[in-house]
């Protein structure tokens, strides 16, 4: 068994892998960057390396550096996780002319797999069924146009090097393939330094369906059953499961057994996956699912398969690699269960997914499931490398108390100030077509509108982040039995919230949402549903025991009346801006809690007024 290991990665795969060496007793060797100089798998390793500069072209893919690492540390053996050098065939030849163990497939089966036109060929001979297309080594536009026409539009271009979503292009009539080839081509070439590309049969209704395999040294391959990862943004994908809705025994049957074909027709040793594309259009059926391409890797989604089988992948690819036989045969291996994953990104939904980096001041992201993260609060996101910040994987008896469990642990999701995908992962495993399990990889492009959280909060998400601000000022739990609070007395019934400048006393009497979250003396943030929101937040005793009931208006922190905007008397709107208040060289509106009229109006232009000092009164007109 192998005694020492580096781990040629980062983040969350790096503290995953370290788990499992340490319960094998296995020591543990990390490499990091500038960047991650105090990252969480620095601190959970035995032994840390420096290997360079912030940018991974500077440090995770310099191979060399890596090597030397393993050298000076007495590692025995190098495991690459997943992206970065896992599946570069000439790093892990490297790796094994340096003396070391390499903890992966060897590299001509790399190389065999790399070339998604060499790897179809590979296959159709294997007797593994291939999506309908050309894979021909004529590149001249003129034939590739002739062959797209030939096999029927839509068609799918792909890069022949490709990976990650790069270098495809959907192309739906004859007339848009030569701008479409020629883009894919430049992309390609600039992704890949290959600009070669193949046709294929484009799938209106695609699944796509993976297959998890192993090998060992000794000849043995078998299959871990299949994961559904069809819901996918821009080719990445985002929610995962295992099994995959739909699948029955005699499908299964045949797409597993095409995938161990496929392992064996490369002699694969370690943890593989075949990735298949399925026309779901009529149901999973044996006859429309097709060979896509293998990642010659451990998958960022393996922890769905280990859930439904019980085996740690981890666990086997150190056997493995240490010349051991497989830890289980085809026989006694089983699916028990269900399992899904959300990848949680550091990324703004509401601003078309751009990246959020910066502290994690925040960060709790609860009790239940497996959290895949490497990540801790106080530790911060790069803008170096992906955005992804955790793995939810949620387990049930079925697959919708798996989803339950999904969208209990997305609810209970705390991030901040980074932004997170969170509510928009919540929105989309409690969609009705999503429990349903008609699922594409066209799902989340059809309902992005409804699945995109609103940014503004409710009345009832307002009433909620009252009752949080208000019990954590009294020293309370704030989300202790929540369904039950009621204030008493003694306690302030209100406060003063603030967003986007405009500031609206709320009253925390009648139902609420069950959020969480926390405050300061500047704010409180709530989190409800995955989402985050922020309020400004007046400072101890802003409000006192008026609120939305009695339509009184205060001062939430000292500050400079700069206009009134309304007079008594005068009928008002709910939300209606009533009179701003300058105070910390900032301007903030003060609203009407709800229709009605001016009772009182004591607020004059240029005043100074202090924190809580009443400054006009709505009057709730009664409806005839």
Not at 590 to 614: R, Y
């Amino acid at each position: 068994m192998i005694q020492s290991l580096l781990i040629a990665n980062r983040g969350e795969i790096a503290c995953r892998i370290i788990r499992t060496a340490r319960a094998m007793g296995v020591r543990t060797v990390a490499v990091y960057s500038d960047a991650d100089a105090k990252a969480l798998h620095v601190r959970q390793a035995d032994e840390a390396v420096h290997i360079g500069p912030s940018p991974a072209r500077e440090s995770y893919l310099v191979g060399e550096k890596i090597i030397e690492a393993a050298k000076a540390t007495g590692a025995e053996a190098i495991h690459p996780g997943y992206g970065f050098l896992s599946e570069n065939a000439d790093f892990a030849q490297a790796v094994i002319d340096a003396g070391l163990i390499w903890v992966g497939p060897k590299p001509d089966s790399i190389r065999a797999m790399g070339l998604k036109d060499a790897a179809k060929k590979l296959m159709s001979e294997a007797g593994v069924p291939v999506t309908p297309g050309y894979l021909g080594d004529d590149q001249d536009p003129k034939r590739l146009k002739k062959e797209a026409d030939a096999i029927g539009y839509p068609v799918l271009i792909k890069a022949v090097a490709g990976g990650g979503g790069k270098g495809m292009r959907r192309v739906d009539a004859s007339k848009d393939f030569d701008d479409a080839l020629e883009s894919c081509k430049r992309e390609a070439a600039s992704s890949f330094g290959d600009d070669r590309v193949l046709i294929e049969k484009y799938i209106l209704s695609p699944r796509h369906i993976e297959v998890q395999v192993f090998g060992d040294s000794h000849g043995n391959v078998v299959h871990l059953f299949e994961r559904d990862c069809s819901l996918q943004r821009r080719h990445q994908k985002v929610i995962e499961e295992a099994p995959a809705p739909g699948m029955d025994d005699a499908t299964r049957e045949a797409v597993c057994g095409a995938a161990v074909r496929a392992a064996k027709a490369v002699n694969y040793e370690g943890a593989g996956t075949i990735e298949f594309i399925a026309d779901a259009s009529d149901g999973l059926k044996p006859d429309r699912i097709w060979f896509m391409e293998m990642n010659t890797r451990l998958q960022v989604e393996h922890p769905v398969t280990e859930e439904i089988t019980g085996q740690d992948l981890v666990e086997w690819q150190l056997r493995v690699a240490s010349g051991e036989k497989l830890p289980r045969t085809q026989d006694e291996l089983s699916i028990n269960g269900w399992a899904m994953e959300a990848r949680l990104y550091a990324e703004d939904p509401a601003k078309g997914f751009l990246p959020s980096v910066g502290p994690l001041d925040h960060f709790d992201l609860g009790d239940e499931g497996r959290i895949e993260t490497g990540v801790e609060e106080g530790d911060a996101i790069s803008p170096f490398y992906d955005p992804m910040i955790a793995k939810l994987v949620a387990r049930g008896d079925s697959r919708d108390e798996a989803i339950s469990a999904l969208a209990g642990m997305l609810d209970e999701t705390e991030v901040w100030p980074v932004r997170t995908n969170a509510g928009f992962l919540f929105n989309a495993v409690l969609h009705p077509d999503f429990g349903r399990g008609n699922i594409d990889t066209g799902f989340i492009e059809r309902h992005l509108d409804g699945l995109v959280p609103d940014t503004d909060p409710d009345e009832m998400i307002l009433r909620g982040a009252a009752v949080v601000a208000l019990a954590i000022d009294e020293d309370e739990e704030p989300m202790a039995d929540l369904a039950g609070f009621r204030l008493n007395a003694t306690h302030r019934t209100a406060i003063a919230l603030g967003r986007a400048g405009e500031f609206r006393t709320i009253e925390t009497g009648g139902e609420f949402a069950a959020v969480s979250g926390f405050r300061d003396d500047e704010r409180v943030v709530a989190f409800y549903e995955g989402n985050a929101y922020e309020f400004a937040l007046a400072a101890r005793g802003s409000v006192g025991g008026h609120g939305v009931a009695d339509g009184v208006i205060v001062a939430p922190m000292p500050g400079k009346v700069t206009a009134v905007e309304v007079a008594q008397g005068e009928k008002v709107s709910k939300g209606q801006r009533l009179l701003t208040l300058e105070a910390m060289k900032m301007e903030h509106g003060l609203t009407a809690p709800f229709d009605g009229v001016v009772a009182e109006l004591s607020a004059e232009a240029g005043a100074q007024v202090g924190e809580g000092t009443v400054l006009a009164r709505i009057e709730q007109q009664e409806t005839k």
